[in-house]
């Protein structure tokens, strides 16, 4: 079964001396996503929750509404064991069921419907490993109607229970956390190499376990780009928050869609790029 992180030597040098040490370095696999028998393109990612990012993906890119649409889904994590989702029978776990070498590396989707219509144009993004989406970055969407308030302290308690449950960052550096967030106290978080998966994963896990994203706070380690306020826009998230930086195109698109975009959130600082209504300062 594929690990998270490998661990692998190499030379540390502190200014002054070179040690060799041998320390965890955080992995990155490619995953062949199918749909209805057909291959719709390959995942970089770290291979920890690859059903929930196959998931997030899907309903992201508008080619599932839910999980009613799927009748059976399948990752092929070696030769004997493979991560069923099946819900007409509540199964969502890893079984041993036998494969052939040739399926390992795969996510088998099956659909109850076919899959809509898409543009053929893949939009290949900046995320990192080279995000890809099917989806119209300056597509018009209405405004997100949300009555969400959060304060400065929030924001900043947030991001440092963010940081403190980043396991795999710790451990290696080189990875992306984020987290969906109500109130004070983070509902699902995921961690990998690329920070728009670490949004697919959290969409995918919301989509099995029955969790609302509307009117949530999600936040990220991640720099926001197009992709990244894009699937928060999905998600109907009213606030996005980040350690780093958002790009000029998602400061617009934020403001377009009336959402609060705020960057830079390293305690007790952060900068807020719009809907600065939404923050009590006090």
């Not at 890809?132 to 597509?139: N, R, S, V």
């Amino acid at each position: 079964m594929p690990e998270p992180l490998l661990e692998l030597d190499y030379l540390d040098y502190d200014g002054s001396r070179v040690t060799k040490v041998r320390r965890p370095v955080i992995a990155e696999t490619p995953w062949v996503l199918y749909v209805d028998r057909h291959e719709l393109l390959t995942f970089m990612c770290s291979p920890v929750r690859l059903h929930c990012l196959a998931l997030g993906f899907l309903v992201s890119e508008g080619l599932i509404d839910g999980l009613e649409d799927v009748y059976q889904l399948k990752v092929y994590l070696d030769q004997d064991r493979v991560w069923m989702v099946y819900p007409d029978a509540g199964v969502n776990e890893l079984l041993p069921i036998p494969a052939c070498e040739e399926a390992v590396g795969a996510i088998d989707v099956r659909l109850r419907r076919p899959v809509p219509n898409q543009s053929p144009r893949r939009v290949l993004t900046s995320g990192c490993g080279g995000g890809i989406t099917f989806d119209d970055l300056h597509d018009d969407r209405p405004a997100l109607s949300s009555s969400l308030r959060v304060s400065a302290k929030q924001i900043t308690g947030l991001m440092r229970e963010l940081d403190y449950h980043a396991t795999l960052y710790r451990q290696s550096r080189g990875v992306h956390t984020s987290a969906l967030a109500e109130g004070n106290r983070l509902l699902v978080l995921a961690e990998d190499v690329g920070r728009h998966n670490t949004l697919d994963k959290i969409r995918g896990e919301c989509l099995l376990d029955g969790i609302v994203t509307q009117d949530r706070i999600l936040l990220t380690s991640g720099r926001i780009s197009s992709e990244m306020i894009g699937k928060a826009r999905k998600m109907e998230v009213p606030v996005v928050v980040s350690r780093t930086s958002p790009t000029a195109t998602s400061v617009r698109l934020a403001q377009q869609w009336g959402m609060t975009l705020i960057g830079y959130a390293r305690a007790p600082k952060f900068r807020v790029y719009t809907g600065a209504e939404r923050v009590d300062w006090e």
